[in-house]
C-alpha cells in the first residue's frame, strides 16, 4: 500500500514529515521531493532497503546511488575523507544541485555504490527533503523516483504513475525547481571531472573554483578530452587521524569489491583503469539509455532557423506517411503542418488566449494539438539569432521531463526535438535530450 501525503513546502506538515521518516527507519522506501528531480529514499546504511529501492525501480544493480543528506555532520559517516576542493564546493554549493564523488566509509554497503570505492553525496536544497533527512537520522540513497529507463519525474504524479504500489510513501510537494538532475562531480581527481552534467554548470563551478574542471570524455562531443589524474586526499574535518595519511585515487588501486559478480567487478576495473577507452562513461549511470519516451526521438542540432526548418518538413513528410509526430520546440514561433502534437519548452512569453489553444505542460511548457497556421507561423521566427539567455535555459530545462512523458500520453508516433547551444545549462539540456534520442542527433547546416 503507498500512502500519499500532499504537503505545503512552505508549511510542511510534521505528522507526514513523522510517518515517512519513521518509514526510512524500518527500511521502507520513500519518494520525496528535491529542487532538482523527485527521489526515492531509502536508508543508505541498510542494505536491505537499499535492495528495496532497486526492485521498485527495476534499476540495474551496477548503477550507484546518490546518498543525501541534510548537515554536514552526516559526512563522516558516509566517506572516508574529504579533499580542500570539496571543502570549497560544499561550502558554496550545498545545499543545492551538485553531488560530489568521494572515497566511501566503511559503512556505506555496497548495494549504494554498486561496489565503487567512492561514494556519490548531495545536500538537496529543497525544505521536505531537508526536513525528511533531518527527521529520519540516517543518510538517505535516492536515484530518481522513476521506473528505470523512463524520464525523471519532475511531479508526484509522475512518481504516483511509475511507482504506485512499489513504494511505501509519496511526498508530493509540487513541481521540481530545476527539472533535471544535480551534477555528477568526481573530487577524488585532479581537476574534478564532471561525470553528468546537471543544475550546476561547469562555467559557475569553475569560477566558485578560479581552477579550470574536466568533463569526461565519454559525455562530452566537442569539449576537448581531458584525463582525470590521481590526487591526495585529506580527512575531513574535526575527525580522528587519518589512518596512513592519504588515500589514493582509485585508479591507483585494485578496489575489486567482494560479493559481488564478475562483471561489475570487471567494469568497476575497466572504470578505474588509468587509460580507460574514452567511450566507457565514469559514471555507471550514464552508459544506459536514459529518459526515454515511447516513441523514437530525433534531435536537431545547429543554426535555430535550419533547425526549425528541417524540423518542419520532416514533420510534413511523416504525416503525409500516416503518423503522428510529435514536435519540441524552444524557439516560440514556428510552422508545424495539421495533426502534430507540439511542446513548446521553456516558453514563458506565450500566453494561449484559452486552454483549447494550448494547455499548460510544467512551468514553462505549453502542448498543443492540431496547430493552426496562425499559431505558429512560417518564416517568422522571432530572432532566431538570438542567444538563449539563462533564464530561457532554466525555463528550457525545467519543461523536458514533462514533455517527454505528455508525448507518451499522447501517443505519438515519432518524436523531433530542436536542440540548444551546448553552453551552461545547455550541456545538461543536450545530454538528456541526445539520451533520450538514443544517441540520433541530426546536424544540420544553416541558414
Ligand atoms: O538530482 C539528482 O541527482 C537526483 C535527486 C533525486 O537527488 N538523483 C539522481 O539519482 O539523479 P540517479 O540515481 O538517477 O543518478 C545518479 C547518478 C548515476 O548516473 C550514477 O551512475 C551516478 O550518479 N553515481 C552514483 N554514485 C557514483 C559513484 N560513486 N561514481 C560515479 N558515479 C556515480
Ligand atoms: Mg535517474
Not at 260 to 278: S, V
Not at 335 to 363: R, W
Request: aromatic share 4%; net charge negative.
Amino acid at each position: 500500500m503507498t500512502k500519499l501525503f500532499h504537503l505545503d513546502p512552505l508549511h510542511i506538515d510534521p505528522a507526514a514529515i513523522e510517518t515517512a521518516a519513521v518509514a526510512l527507519r524500518e527500511g521502507q522506501t520513500v519518494a520525496f521531493p528535491t529542487e532538482t528531480v523527485y527521489g526515492l529514499g531509502g536508508n543508505a546504511l541498510d542494505p536491505q532497503a537499499v535492495k528495496r529501492i532497486f526492485a521498485a525501480k527495476g534499476r540495474p544493480a551496477d548503477n550507484p546511488l546518490i546518498v543525501h543528506i541534510a548537515s554536514l555532520d552526516n559526512l563522516h559517516n558516509i566517506v572516508n575523507s574529504v579533499p580542500p576542493i570539496a571543502e570549497q564546493l560544499m561550502r558554496h554549493f550545498w545545499p543545492g544541485p551538485l553531488t560530489l564523488v568521494l572515497p566511501r566509509a566503511a559503512s556505506i554497503p555496497n548495494e549504494v555504490t554498486a561496489g565503487l570505492e567512492t561514494v556519490a553525496v548531495r545536500m538537496p536544497d529543497h525544505p521536505v527533503a531537508l526536513a525528511l533527512i533531518a527527521a529520519s537520522g540516517v543518510p538517505v540513497a535516492a536515484p530518481s523516483a522513476n521506473r528505470s529507463g523512463r524520464p525523471s519525474p519532475t511531479r508526484a504524479e509522475h512518481v504516483v504513475e511509475d511507482l504506485w504500489g512499489k513504494v511505501e510513501v509519496i511526498l508530493d510537494a509540487g513541481p521540481c525547481s530545476v527539472g533535471v538532475e544535480s551534477t555528477v562531480l568526481d573530487v577524488t581527481c585532479d581537476p574534478p571531472m564532471i561525470l553528468r552534467p546537471g543544475g550546476v554548470t561547469k562555467e559557475t563551478i569553475e569560477t566558485a573554483l578560479g581552477v579550470t574542471i574536466a568533463v569526461d570524455p565519454a559525455i562530452v562531443t566537442r569539449e576537448q578530452r581531458q584525463s582525470c589524474r590521481g590526487t591526495a586526499m585529506q580527512r575531513p574535518p574535526g575527525r580522528g587521524p587519518a589512518e596512513g595519511g592519504t588515500v589514493p585515487h582509485q585508479a591507483d588501486r585494485d578496489f575489486a569489491p567482494k560479493g559481488i559478480d564478475d562483471e561489475t567487478k570487471n567494469r568497476g576495473r575497466r572504470m578505474a583503469a588509468p587509460l580507460q577507452p574514452e567511450n566507457v562513461p565514469r559514471s555507471p549511470g550514464m552508459k544506459y539509455t536514459h529518459y526515454a519516451p515511447q516513441a523514437p526521438m530525433t534531435l536537431y542540432v545547429g543554426p535555430r532557423e535550419a533547425v526549425v526548418r528541417a524540423i518542419s518538413e520532416r514533420a510534413s513528410a511523416e504525416q503525409d506517411a500516416g503518423r503522428r509526430v510529435g514536435v519540441m520546440l524552444t524557439s516560440s514561433v514556428a510552422f508545424m503542418p495539421g495533426d502534430t502534437v507540439i511542446v513548446l519548452t521553456g516558453s514563458t512569453a506565450y500566453s494561449p488566449q484559452s486552454t483549447e489553444e494550448a494547455e499548460p505542460c510544467g512551468s514553462s511548457c505549453w502542448l498543443r494539438r492540431n496547430p493552426h497556421l496562425d499559431w505558429l507561423q512560417a518564416n517568422d521566427i522571432h530572432d532566431p539569432d538570438a542567444a538563449y539567455s539563462p533564464e530561457d535555459l532554466r525555463n528550457i530545462a525545467n519543461g523536458i521531463y514533462d514533455a517527454l512523458r505528455r508525448f507518451d500520453e499522447e501517443g505519438v508516433d515519432l518524436i523531433l526535438a530542436q536542440g540548444v547551444p551546448e553552453a551552461g545549462l545547455g550541456q545538461a539540456i543536450m545530454n538528456r535530450l541526445s539520451k533520450a534520442a538514443g544517441g540520433n542527433v541530426i546536424k544540420v547546416d544553416g541558414p
